[in-house]
C-alpha cells in the first residue's frame, strides 16, 4: 500500500494526482493482454490489494495478511478497490470487509474467494510467488493468441448480460480461426507432439 508518513506530508492537490496515477498504472496491469498473477507473501494493504485485484489470479501464503484498510483512514480504496473486489468476492462481503477494514490472512482469503490458492510459508518467504510461477509454467505451452482472447471474452463479459457475453466470446472465437497457430494445434494433436506455437 501507500506510504502513509509520506502521504500525511502531501498537500491534497497531491494525494488526487497520486490516487488517480495509482488507479491508471493499477488499470493498465488490468489490461494487459497477458494471464498475470499476483503472488503475495507478505503484507498487500490498501494499494497493495488493489493491485493485487487487478490481476487475473491471486496466490498468498496462509501468512500473508490483506485488506482495504482505507476507511480506518478515512479515506476510501481508490485505485479499484470498491468496484474490482465486489467483482471477485460479492457484493456483501466485499462492503463488511472494506466498511470494517478487516485484515485477513491467505486461509481465511481463499476461502472467502478472494485468493484462488493458498500455500504454506516456505523457509525462504516465497511460497506463494513459488506457486505463481508454478501456475505461470501451466498457461506458458498454450497457444498466445488464444489466450490473449480468452482473457478478452472473460474481462468483456463479466461486464454484460449473458446473450451479449456469449457474442462477445463468438467474436472472440472468430478471431483464433484464421491463426497458424490453430493450424498448428490441430496438426500437434495428430501428430501426437507439442505443438510449436509462434502468436500468428
Given at each position: 500500500g501507500?506510504?502513509?508518513?509520506?502521504?500525511?506530508?502531501?498537500?491534497?492537490?497531491?494525494?488526487?494526482?497520486?490516487?488517480s496515477k495509482a488507479r491508471a498504472t493499477i488499470n493498465e496491469m488490468a489490461n494487459?493482454?497477458?494471464?498475470?498473477?499476483?503472488?503475495?507473501?507478505?503484507?498487500?494493504?490498501g494499494g497493495g490489494l488493489e493491485l493485487a485485484l487487478a490481476c487475473d489470479i491471486r496466490v498468498a501464503a496462509s501468512s500473508a495478511k490483506m485488506g482495504l484498510v482505507e476507511t480506518k483512514l478515512a479515506i476510501i480504496p481508490g485505485a479499484g478497490g470498491t468496484q474490482r473486489l465486489p467483482r471477485t468476492i460479492g457484493v456483501s462481503l466485499a462492503k463488511?470487509?472494506?466498511?470494517?477494514?478487516?485484515?485477513?490472512?491467505?486461509e481465511e482469503a481463499k476461502s472467502i474467494g478472494l485468493i484462488s490458492h493458498v500455500v504454506e510459508q516456505n523457509e525462504a518467504g516465497d511460497a506463494a510467488y513459488r506457486r505463481a510461477l508454478a501456475l505461470a509454467r501451466e498457461f506458458l505451452p498454450q497457444g498466445p493468441v488464444a489466450m490473449r482472447v480468452a482473457k478478452l471474452a472473460i474481462n468483456q463479459g463479466m461486464e454484460v448480460d449473458l446473450v451479449t457475453g456469449l457474442a462477445i466470446e463468438e467474436a472472440c472465437y472468430a478471431q483464433t480461426i484464421p491463426t497458424k497457430d490453430r493450424i498448428e494445434g490441430l496438426l500437434a494433436f495428430k501428430e501426437k507432439r507439442t505443438p510449436r506455437y509462434k502468436g500468428e
Amino acid at each position: 500500500g501507500a506510504d502513509l508518513k509520506e502521504r500525511a506530508k502531501m498537500h491534497s492537490s497531491e494525494v488526487s494526482s497520486f490516487v488517480s496515477k495509482a488507479r491508471a498504472t493499477i488499470n493498465e496491469m488490468a489490461n494487459l493482454p497477458v494471464p498475470t498473477i499476483a503472488a503475495i507473501d507478505g503484507t498487500a494493504l490498501g494499494g497493495g490489494l488493489e493491485l493485487a485485484l487487478a490481476c487475473d489470479i491471486r496466490v498468498a501464503a496462509s501468512s500473508a495478511k490483506m485488506g482495504l484498510v482505507e476507511t480506518k483512514l478515512a479515506i476510501i480504496p481508490g485505485a479499484g478497490g470498491t468496484q474490482r473486489l465486489p467483482r471477485t468476492i460479492g457484493v456483501s462481503l466485499a462492503k463488511e470487509l472494506i466498511f470494517s477494514a478487516r485484515i485477513v490472512d491467505g486461509e481465511e482469503a481463499k476461502s472467502i474467494g478472494l485468493i484462488s490458492h493458498v500455500v504454506e510459508q516456505n523457509e525462504a518467504g516465497d511460497a506463494a510467488y513459488r506457486r505463481a510461477l508454478a501456475l505461470a509454467r501451466e498457461f506458458l505451452p498454450q497457444g498466445p493468441v488464444a489466450m490473449r482472447v480468452a482473457k478478452l471474452a472473460i474481462n468483456q463479459g463479466m461486464e454484460v448480460d449473458l446473450v451479449t457475453g456469449l457474442a462477445i466470446e463468438e467474436a472472440c472465437y472468430a478471431q483464433t480461426i484464421p491463426t497458424k497457430d490453430r493450424i498448428e494445434g490441430l496438426l500437434a494433436f495428430k501428430e501426437k507432439r507439442t505443438p510449436r506455437y509462434k502468436g500468428e
